[in-house]
């Protein structure tokens, strides 16, 4: 079992930058591919963002491709997205995701743990 806890969300202006934080417990996420996914109210949940165990594969959806960044640091057991530019419409609940397999991908039904979620909220 892996508990998942993302932190960092905040209320930030256009054009600001926010790093999200997931903190794994349970069990090393070494071997886990790690995805990001958002919810807007009244919208389905969506996936933003996913890297491999390594680090060295990561997939983005287009609308924060250049201005997110997934990362990982496994000897913390813990994932991070950097959000920069940002913009009204990355208003959302961000949750972390994980899923055994090395393949990279944005089904959310493929990740098994989930985190709670963490609210972020850009002004306009």
């Known amino acids: 079992q892996v508990q998942l806890v993302e932190s960092g969300g905040a209320l930030v202006q256009t054009g600001g930058s926010l790093r999200l934080s997931c903190a794994a417990s349970?069990?090393?996420?070494?071997?886990?591919?790690m995805g990001w996914f958002r919810q807007a109210p009244g919208k389905e949940r969506e996936f933003v963002a996913a890297?491999?165990?390594?680090?060295?594969?990561?997939y983005y959806a287009d609308p924060v491709k250049g201005r997110f960044a997934i990362s990982r640091d496994n000897a913390k057991n813990t994932v991070y997205l950097q959000m920069n530019s940002l913009k009204p419409e990355d208003t959302a609940v961000y949750y972390c995701a994980a899923r055994r397999g090395t393949a990279v991908l944005s089904n959310s039904g493929s990740y098994e743990y989930w985190g709670q979620g963490t609210q972020v909220t850009v002004s306009s």
């Open positions: 890297i491999n165990w390594g680090g060295g594969g990561t």
């Open positions: 349970g069990r090393t996420i070494g071997s886990y591919t």
